[in-house]
């Protein structure tokens, strides 16, 4: 087979400890042999990271933001451990939330369903996408303990000095008080890139607030995502057979548990956060959940929604055997590779990529896994890999596919 050539390149974020390991097996094994691969390299390893003061974080965000699509390898957060062991020039910020903050947007996470390791929910068939809008309310708050007895207000003054004040409460004793905003900016590009990912995967939309309640705070998430698709979607979604949905985040919690899956459930910042954990621990493990970062112009940056597998790393330093799962970042890569063909009109580089997520699932559903999946699958006849082993697997797979 001829190499797939690429117009423009991808920009490759390259991580730390574990991850950093599968992903190059992964370059070497699933995509050089098949792919003129062209990627723009940005070394986001730690050590690199501090050699640079994080100026490569801000530059491979920026060269997102030029090229529109990004795969990035998990990296470390640093903290104090990882301060004294990389010996760092300071406690650099997470390199998501710099790229985030960068580009703007929301994270989609979507599990990866395969046959023998089945949802606890046992309606779900397809899976189930979170789009977790990820700016403000209480992860921004103000907090106040009221000792004793008096009057809680809540003040807004605007530039020119007028006053708008409303009693929260008037406490008899000792209370609590918190102090919540968002911004329409923000509220704005989260309805705008959950509108887009709709369209893009086309799945419905689902989004759901307790805006009975919260009359105002609530009331304008809901507004603001009907205005936006009244106005700028409500034609391709149409065209696209898909539908916006809008409900009370309680019914939509029930309405969950009981649906197929097959669509894409957007929630503000905290309902993400907690509702998140629970779908991806109910589709089965982290190793097998991607993650997207749509901004609200269009820049696409996948991932794997699991960390660097420190464990792992460290018996891998020591010469043990390591079975660490490489779905996601393999999806990550699939995902990126898919989105650039799209966008460059390289129908055979979709291909390729339709190929390898096909290539990786067979393997599983032939029974070759890595530990963790042997440990919660249903099929019977079990062959557990190491690390290599198992990119080798999918390697036998993808040839036998591309016959
Ligand atoms: P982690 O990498 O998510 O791993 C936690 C545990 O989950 C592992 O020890 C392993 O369990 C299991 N696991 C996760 N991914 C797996 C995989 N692909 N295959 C098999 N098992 C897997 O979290 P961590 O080890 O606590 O964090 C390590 C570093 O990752 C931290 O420095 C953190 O800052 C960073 N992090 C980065 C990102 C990101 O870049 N997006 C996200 C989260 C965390 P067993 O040990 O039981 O096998
Ligand atoms: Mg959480």
């Known amino acids: 087979m001829e190499k797939i050539t690429m117009k423009v390149p991808l920009v490759e974020m390259d991580g730390d400890e574990m991850t950093r390991i599968l992903w190059q097996m992964i370059k070497e094994e699933l995509l050089l042999p098949y792919i003129d691969l062209k990627t723009e390299y940005y070394d986001l390893g730690l050590k690199y990271r501090n050699e640079t003061n994080d100026q490569v974080t801000t530059d491979s965000a920026l060269a997102a933001k ?199 459930w957007a929630c503000k910042n905290y309902d993400g956060d907690v509702m998140s954990d629970m779908v991806s621990s109910a589709f089965g493990s982290l190793a097998m959940m991607t993650s997207v970062l749509v901004s609200p112009d269009g820049v696409y940056e996948y991932e794997a929604a699991h960390g660097t597998v420190q464990r792992h790393y460290y018996k891998h330093l020591k010469g043990e055997e390591t079975s660490t799962n490489s779905v996601a970042t393999i999806f990550a890569w699939t995902g990126a590779l898919r989105k650039r063909g799209e966008l460059d009109e390289l129908p055979e580089l979709v291909r390729f990529a339709d190929c390898l997520e096909k290539a990786t699932l067979q393997t599983i559903e032939n029974g070759k896994m890595t530990k963790d999946l042997a440990l919660i699958t249903s099929l019977t006849e079990v062959t557990v890999l190491n690390s290599q082993e198992f990119i080798r697997a999918i390697r036998e797979t993808l040839e036998s596919l591309l016959k």
């Open 66 to 264: 030029k090229y529109g699509v990004a795969v990035k390898c998990a990296t470390i957060t640093p903290n104090a451990a990882r301060m004294e062991e990389y010996d760092l020039k300071e406690m650099y910020k997470s390199p998501n939330g710099t790229i985030r903050a960068i580009l703007d947007g929301t994270v989609f996470r979507t599990p990866i369903v395969v046959k023998g390791i089945s949802p606890c929910v046992k309606n779900w068939e397809k899976p189930i996408t979170l789009a977790r809008h990820a700016y403000g309310d209480v992860y921004k708050n103000t907090e106040i303990k009221a000792p004793g007895p008096g009057k809680a207000y809540l003040v807004f003054e605007d530039d020119n000095g007028n006053v708008t004040k409303e009693l929260i409460h008037e406490f008899k004793g000792a209370g609590i008080l918190q102090g919540m905003h968002n911004t329409e900016k923000s509220i704005r590009s989260f309805a705008k890139s959950c509108f887009n990912f709709a369209l893009d995967t086309k799945q419905d939309l689902w989004f759901a607030t307790k805006d009975t309640i919260s009359k105002k705070y609530d009331h304008t998430f809901k507004d603001i995502f009907a205005e936006i698709y009244e106005t700028e979607y409500k034609s391709a979604f149409e065209a696209a057979g898909i539908e916006y949905f809008y409900t009370l985040i309680d019914d939509a919690v029930a309405r969950v548990m009981k649906a197929k899956g097959g669509f894409i």
